[in-house]
C-alpha cells in the first residue's frame, strides 16, 4: 500500500517467505502498509497533512474550534479524496494527459467550449464513481478553471450526484462516495481540502454552514460507524461529524490542487518486500521477492500504476551459490551508470547469504557475484539494506537470521568502497531485539538520513500474523548508538489491516504519491522526517494519509 509523510514514500509489504502463494500486495502510503484492507483514495500531496490550528468539537464533531468555513462561498474547487472503501480504481497520474472519451457522466465533450481556452482542469474521481460505459480513467481533463463547491444530492438509488462548476453531474456509490480531486492550471494555489456535510448531519451549535475547510489533505478513515441511533465517521484531525440514523454518514470530500487520487493496494498481485529506488529520470523502480530465482521488475511514473519490466535473474542467469529462497531484493544507483541489486538467497551449503549483481540500466542485463557479498555461520544473513550516507559513503546492513535457531537477530552495518560491492572496514552491530512488542526479531532494515540524524527503520515478531510491526530507532552516526523510539511501533496492526511490515523509504518527486506502503500512526511523524513516504505489502495501522 502506500503511506506519505511528505515528499519521500516508503513502501511495505507482508513477508510471506515460504509461502509466495500467500496474498502479499505492494501498496503506498507515508508510513503506510498494509494489504486486504478497503481501498482509500489519497491525493498525491508532497507535504503532511496538518491541522492549521484545529481543534475537534465537542463530541469529536466540529465546532468553532475549527477553521471559519468561508462563509458557505465554494472555493476553486479541491481535489477529492478518500472513497470509504467501495469498489477498485484505476489510478491516474497527475500531470499525464490520457486521450479517451471524457464522458464523466456529464455532458458530451463535444458541447465542451474549447476555443481560446489556454488552460485545464483535471477531474479524478474516487474509487466508488460510477464509470460510464467505455470510459477507461477515472479521470477527466476539462478546458478552463472547474470547481465544486462540495456539496452533493442523494437520488433514488442512495448514491451521491455532484454538481460541477461546467454543468457536469458524476455520481457516486453510497451517501458518503463523493470524492472529487480538482487540478487546474488556470488557478495552482496551495492544497486544500473541504468535507460537505449532507443533510442529516448533526451540525454543532453556531456552525450555519454545512462544511469545513482545511490547508492540506484532509482524509477519512472509510468507515461509517454506529453510536446509539447515530453514527459518525472519524477524520485524520480527529473530528468525528455525527449524522441522524444508524449507517447514515452523508459527507463528501474535496481536494483542490493537492495532485490526483490513489487507492490501496496499488498492486493487487503479491510482492514482498517491496524494494523501491527513485531513478534519475524521476521514475520509480520496485523489485520484490520472488521465491525462485527471478526478482520481478516493475516501474512507475508516480508509485501508483506499476508496469511489469521483466526479472533480475532467469534459472540460467542466477549466481551458482544461491539455490532457493530468494528474498527481499533492493535496487540502488552507485555512481553514474551503475546499479546494484542486493539480495539474500539459500546458499549451497544450506545457510542464507547475502549476494549483488551489477547492470547499467536498471532492467539490465544483470550480472551476478560468483560468490556471496556477505556469508556468515548457519542459519546465515537476510534482509540486506544498502544506504548512501549524506557525505556519499556508502553502507550496507542487513540482519543475521539467529531466529531460526532461536539466537540474537542483530541488524549489522559496515562500510561499502564506491564500487558498491566491496565491503571495507569493520562490522557493527546497531540494534537487536529487547523490547516487548518486538518478540524474538528485529529485521528489515532500512536507514535515511534527515535533520542532522540518521534514522533506522526496522520490523519486529512475527511476520505471519498481526504481531508483525515496524519501528524507527534514530542516531546522530551511521553506526550508532542508535535510541529506539519510545512510540514504537509506528505501524502496527488495526481493524482489517495486519502484520506492516519489511518496506522501504523513498525520496519522492514534489507531486509523487507514496506507493507501497499504508495508514500510519499519528507517533509516526514524530518518529521520522516528514520528507519521507513509506512503502509495504502488508496491512496497515492506524486512520489517515500522512
Not at 370 to 389: C, M, N, R, S, W
Not at 456 to 464: H, I, K, R, T
Amino acid at each position: 500500500m502506500v503511506i506519505e509523510l511528505a515528499p519521500q514514500e516508503v513502501v511495505s509489504s507482508r513477508r510471506s517467505r515460504g509461502r509466495i502463494g500467500a496474498r502479499t500486495l505492494a501498496c503506498a502510503v507515508a508510513l503506510l502498509v498494509a494489504c486486504g484492507a478497503p481501498p482509500i483514495d489519497e491525493p498525491h500531496d508532497s507535504g503532511l497533512p496538518h491541522d492549521a490550528g484545529m481543534q475537534p468539537g465537542d463530541a469529536g464533531e466540529p465546532d468553532s474550534g475549527q477553521p471559519e468555513p468561508d462563509a458557505g462561498e465554494p472555493d476553486s474547487g479541491t481535489p477529492g479524496e478518500h472513497d470509504a472503501g467501495l469498489g477498485d480504481a484505476g489510478v491516474s497520474d497527475a500531470g499525464e494527459v490520457v486521450p479517451g472519451p471524457p464522458d464523466s457522466g456529464t455532458p458530451d465533450a463535444e458541447a465542451r467550449p474549447d476555443a481560446g481556452v489556454v488552460c485545464t482542469t483535471r477531474i479524478t474521481y474516487g474509487t466508488s464513481w460510477l464509470k460510464p460505459a467505455g470510459h477507461t480513467t477515472d479521470f477527466d481533463d476539462a478546458p478552463g478553471l472547474v470547481t465544486w463547491d462540495g456539496t452533493f444530492t442523494v437520488d433514488g438509488n442512495g448514491n451521491s450526484v455532484a454538481t460541477l462548476s461546467n454543468g457536469w453531474k458524476p455520481t457516486f456509490t453510497g451517501r458518503a462516495g463523493a470524492v472529487i480531486s480538482l487540478d487546474s492550471s488556470c488557478d495552482p494555489g496551495v492544497c486544500r481540502s473541504r468535507i460537505g456535510y449532507g443533510t442529516n448531519w448533526l451540525a454543532p451549535a453556531n456552525h450555519p454552514a454545512r462544511f469545513d475547510d482545511v490547508d492540506g489533505v484532509l482524509a477519512s478513515d472509510g468507515f461509517c460507524r454506529n453510536t446509539g441511533a447515530q453514527s459518525y465517521v472519524t477524520l485524520t484531525p480527529g473530528w468525528q461529524p455525527h449524522f441522524t440514523g444508524t449507517n447514515a454518514c452523508e459527507y463528501s470530500l474535496r481536494y483542490q490542487q493537492c495532485g490526483a487520487l490513489f487507492a490501496n493496494s496499488v498492486l493487487d498481485v503479491s510482492c514482498p518486500d517491496p524494494g523501491v529506488m527513485r531513478d534519475v529520470d524521476g521514475g520509480y523502480v520496485m523489485v520484490c521477492t520472488s521465491g525462485g530465482p527471478g526478482y520481478p521488475i516493475r516501474t512507475s511514473p508516480d508509485l501508483v500504476r506499476w508496469t511489469s519490466r521483466g526479472t533480475v535473474f532467469t534459472a540460467a542467469t542466477k549466481p551458482a551459490w544461491a539455490t532457493g529462497d530468494f528474498w527481499a531484493p533492493e535496487m540502488h544507483r552507485v555512481g553514474n551508470n551503475r546499479y546494484v541489486l542486493y539480495f539474500s538467497a539459500r546458499h549451497t551449503d544450506n545457510s542464507l547469504a547475502i549476494g549483488a549483481a551489477t547492470a547499467t540500466t536498471p532492467l539490465g542485463p544483470w550480472t551476478a557475484k560468483a560468490t556471496p557479498l556477505v556469508k556468515e555461520a548457519y542459519p546465515g544473513v537476510i534482509d540486506v539494506h544498502q544506504f548512501t550516507g549524506p557525505d556519499g559513503r556508502l553502507w550496507l546492513l542487513w540482519k543475521r537470521d539467529g531466529n531460526a535457531v532461536n539466537g540474537p537477530t542483530p541488524i549489522r552495518i559496515q562500510q561499502l568502497a564506491a564500487d558498491g560491492v566491496t565491503k571495507m572496514g569493520a562490522v557493527t552491530d546497531l540494534i537487536d531485539h529487547d523490547q516487548t512488542w518486538e518478540g524474538k526479531l528485529v529485521e528489515a532494515p532500512w536507514m535515511i538520513f534527515e535533520g542532522g540524524f540518521y534514522y533506522l527503520f526496522y520490523s519486529a515478531n512475527n511476520y505471519g500474523n498481526a504481531t508483525y510491526a515496524i519501528g524507527v530507532a534514530r542516531s546522530t552516526s551511521p553506526t550508532g548508538p542508535f535510541t529506539k523510539s519510545p512510540d514504537n511501533p509506528v505501524l502496527f496492526s488495526k481493524g482489517d489491516w495486519a502484520g506492516p511490515g519489511h518496506g522501504s523509504v523513498v525520496r519522492a518527486l514534489a507531486a509523487a504519491g507514496c506507493t507501497s506502503f499504508t495508514r500510519g500512526s499519528p507517533a509516526a511523524s514524530a518518529a521520522a522526517p516528514a520528507a519521507w513516504c513509506w512503502s509495504s505489502p502488508s496491512p496497515s495501522p492506524t486512520a489517515g494519509p500522512r
